[in-house]
């Protein structure tokens, strides 16, 4: 073989990338490329813009400044990524014909509509005898690599864990190396030199999302070293939102600025010498794997549909109620206000604490009545760190109708999910500064504070804050009877 074209998709890294790998061991010249997918990126370009008519999205912005990172270390090579803006069914084969490469590496991607364009992509290259080779990269172990004893796929997390830890061997955390002979990384041919696309010029505006979240495998190690000095703490702090628990590492996990090998190998090398804080994040880097293989085998879960089919049977709220009730869930008016301080953190930043997604998702469905899919396409538009099987995962996990959700009878108390992991009040007064002044006691839960205290923290339920749009306990009885077409609410059950 002479030469390879690497298309990136999201693994936006030059180093330990399968893909990247194989092209460099198999060409003499290789060339990497990228393509702002006009399927993917049209879509956000709905709804509201700025003053120059470009939309604001902290994900694109990300990707073009680690795309940048990526160029300037192709160039210092001799030679640059290529990046188009258009549709990769019809971009991939022309960069690849006029390069005149035997064959186009990438690594496989597990979401339907990605399958679909990938497959049209090949038999586009085999026209042309050129050849698509594609590899796991984003994760350990994907597809039917964990099964069961019966040689079935898991849907329950703990078994599929053990599992997964049993099956695990060194060669599977082994990084692929990455280095290129003098010269193989072939200069970019003049007519293929377009210049970089600008964010401007595919309709979006930047967002100074690296002053917070600095992008590219650079900002995704930093990160983790600053995150390698806490993890043994992990365990303690991670479901407290006011303190510094979380890793912050996975909006580049999920746009592969970051290896997924890396990161497992030092946490599972952290848990063998008895890192609790590594055993319990290595865990939620396994329900990463695990939420892959789902979606993998159950491909339908992308369209909506509950992994629990008996589910999709629930009658959720309609009408106008639900949609003043699903703006003020947006909008962080609830009136709890863990619950809308976990909303502003998302629609300020892109980014909400794990701990807070559980709540707020719990809150929807079972406070509100709404529909998991809702809340999930919310999150699929804000989200820096989306990830399709993850999020859709997530949501049918809160909503009990996906695979090891809670059970339909566990719903999360907001007030006392408030006085749990923010004792003090600090996450909500960050967020909700208008009540500031309320006491630890009263913060959780305004409404029930006396008069004399909101006078004077200069709170007018209603005008300064919004009253509570539901009231918990009432909500609770009437999502046990909404649940009830999925499974008769027991005596028991009820007194939960």
Same mark, same amino acid.
């Given at each position: 073989?002479?030469?390879?074209?690497?298309?990136?998709?999201?693994?936006?890294?030059?180093?330990?990338?399968?893909?990247?790998?194989?092209?460099?061991?198999?060409?003499?010249?290789?060339?990497?490329?990228?393509?702002?997918?006009?399927?993917?990126?049209?879509?956000?370009?709905?709804?509201?813009?700025?003053?120059?008519?470009?939309?604001?999205?902290?994900?694109?912005?990300?990707?073009?400044?680690?795309?940048?990172?990526?160029?300037?270390?192709?160039?210092?090579?001799?030679?640059?990524?290529?990046?188009?803006?258009?549709?990769?069914?019809?971009?991939?084969?022309?960069?690849?014909?006029?390069?005149?490469?035997?064959?186009?590496?990438?690594?496989?991607?597990?979401?339907?509509?990605?399958?679909?364009?990938?497959?049209?992509?090949?038999?586009?290259?085999?026209?042309?005898? =050129?050849?698509?080779?594609?590899?796991?990269?984003?994760?350990?172990?994907?597809?039917?690599? =964990?099964?069961?004893?019966?040689?079935?796929?898991?849907? =329950?997390?703990?078994?599929?864990?053990?599992?997964?830890?049993?099956?695990?061997?060194?060669?599977?955390?082994?990084?692929?190396?990455?280095?290129?002979?003098?010269?193989?990384?072939?200069?970019?041919?003049?007519?293929?030199?377009?210049?970089?696309?600008?964010?401007?010029?595919?309709?979006?505006?930047?967002?100074?999302?690296?002053?917070?979240?600095?992008?590219?495998?650079?900002?995704?190690?930093?990160?983790?070293?600053?995150?390698?000095?806490?993890?043994?703490?992990?365990?303690?702090?991670?479901?407290?939102?006011?303190?510094?628990?979380?890793?912050?590492?996975?909006?580049?996990?999920?746009?592969?600025?970051?290896?997924?090998?890396?990161?497992?190998?030092?946490?599972?090398?952290?848990?063998?010498?008895?890192?609790?804080?590594?055993?319990? %994040?290595?865990?939620?880097?396994? %329900?990463?794997?695990?939420?892959?293989?789902?979606?993998?085998?159950?491909?339908?879960?992308?369209?909506?549909?509950?992994?629990?089919?008996?589910?999709?049977?629930?009658? %959720?709220?309609?009408?106008?109620?639900?949609?003043?009730?699903?703006?003020?869930?947006?909008?962080?008016?609830?009136?709890?206000?863990?619950?809308?301080?976990?909303?502003?953190?998302?629609?300020?930043?892109?980014?909400?604490?794990?701990?807070?997604?559980?709540?707020?998702?719990?809150?929807?469905?079972?406070?509100?009545? =709404?529909? %998991?899919?809702?809340?999930?396409?919310?999150?699929?538009?804000?989200?820096?760190?989306?990830?399709?099987?993850?999020?859709?995962?997530?949501?049918?996990?809160?909503?009990?109708?996906?695979?090891?959700?809670?059970?339909?009878?566990?719903?999360?108390?907001?007030?006392?999910?408030?006085?749990?992991?923010?004792?003090?009040?600090?996450?909500?007064?960050?967020?909700?500064?208008?009540?500031?002044?309320?006491?630890?006691?009263?913060?959780?839960?305004?409404?029930?504070?006396?008069?004399?205290?909101?006078?004077?923290?200069?709170?007018?339920?209603?005008?300064?804050?919004?009253?509570?749009?539901?009231?918990?306990?009432?909500?609770?009885?009437?999502?046990?009877?909404?649940?009830?077409?999925?499974?008769?609410?027991?005596?028991?059950?009820?007194?939960?």
């Amino acid at each position: 073989m002479q030469k390879a074209l690497v298309w990136l998709r999201r693994d936006l890294r030059l180093y330990d990338n399968a893909a990247l790998h194989y092209a460099l061991k198999e060409a003499e010249q290789v060339w990497l490329t990228f393509v702002f997918d006009t399927d993917i990126l049209k879509p956000l370009l709905k709804g509201e813009l700025d003053t120059n008519g470009l939309k604001h999205d902290r994900r694109v912005d990300f990707i073009w400044q680690g795309l940048k990172q990526i160029d300037d270390e192709l160039r210092n090579q001799g030679g640059g990524l290529i990046v188009r803006f258009g549709q990769p069914t019809e971009c991939i084969p022309e960069i690849a014909k006029e390069l005149g490469v035997n064959t186009v590496f990438t690594n496989h991607d597990y979401e339907p509509s990605a399958i679909e364009r990938d497959e049209t992509v090949r038999v586009q290259l085999e026209k042309q005898n =050129i050849g698509f080779e594609t590899f796991k990269d984003q994760v350990i172990f994907e597809k039917k690599e =964990i099964l069961t004893n019966s040689n079935t796929v898991f849907s =329950i997390f703990t078994p599929y864990k053990n599992n997964w830890l049993k099956t695990l061997q060194e060669k599977d955390l082994a990084a692929y190396e990455c280095n290129p002979k003098p010269g193989q990384i072939a200069g970019i041919p003049k007519k293929l030199s377009a210049p970089f696309p600008s964010l401007e010029s595919m309709g979006f505006c930047p967002t100074g999302i690296e002053s917070y979240l600095p992008p590219g495998s650079e900002g995704g190690q930093a990160f983790l070293e600053d995150f390698l000095h806490r993890i043994d703490q992990y365990q303690v702090g991670r479901d407290f939102p006011a303190i510094k628990g979380v890793s912050y590492l996975s909006t580049h996990l999920r746009f592969g600025m970051l290896s997924i090998r890396g990161l497992v190998r030092e946490a599972h090398r952290r848990m063998l010498a008895g890192s609790m804080g590594a055993t319990i %994040w290595l865990s939620e880097l396994i %329900w990463r794997d695990f939420y892959f293989m789902i979606l993998s085998n159950h491909p339908r879960l992308a369209k909506g549909a509950s992994f629990k089919p008996d589910y999709d049977n629930i009658a %959720w709220e309609s009408g106008t109620t639900a949609k003043k009730l699903f703006t003020a869930w947006c909008e962080g008016k609830t009136g709890y206000p863990l619950v809308d301080a976990a909303m502003h953190q998302l629609n300020q930043s892109g980014y909400m604490h794990n701990r807070l997604r559980m709540v707020v998702a719990s809150f929807l469905t079972k406070d509100l009545g =709404i529909d %998991w899919r809702w809340g999930e396409a919310y999150f699929a538009e804000h989200l820096n760190d989306f990830e399709l099987s993850s999020n859709n995962g997530g949501w049918q996990w809160a909503s009990s109708s996906g695979c090891d959700a809670q059970p339909y009878f566990r719903i999360f108390n907001p007030i006392t999910q408030s006085q749990k992991f923010d004792p003090e009040g600090k996450f909500i007064r960050r967020y909700l500064p208008q009540l500031d002044k309320l006491s630890k006691k009263s913060i959780h839960a305004p409404w029930e504070a006396g008069h004399i205290e909101l006078e004077a923290a200069g709170i007018l339920l209603g005008r300064d804050y919004p009253l509570p749009v539901v009231n918990h306990d009432e909500a609770r009885k009437k999502t046990l009877v909404r649940y009830s077409v999925v499974k008769k609410v027991t005596s028991e059950d009820s007194a939960t």
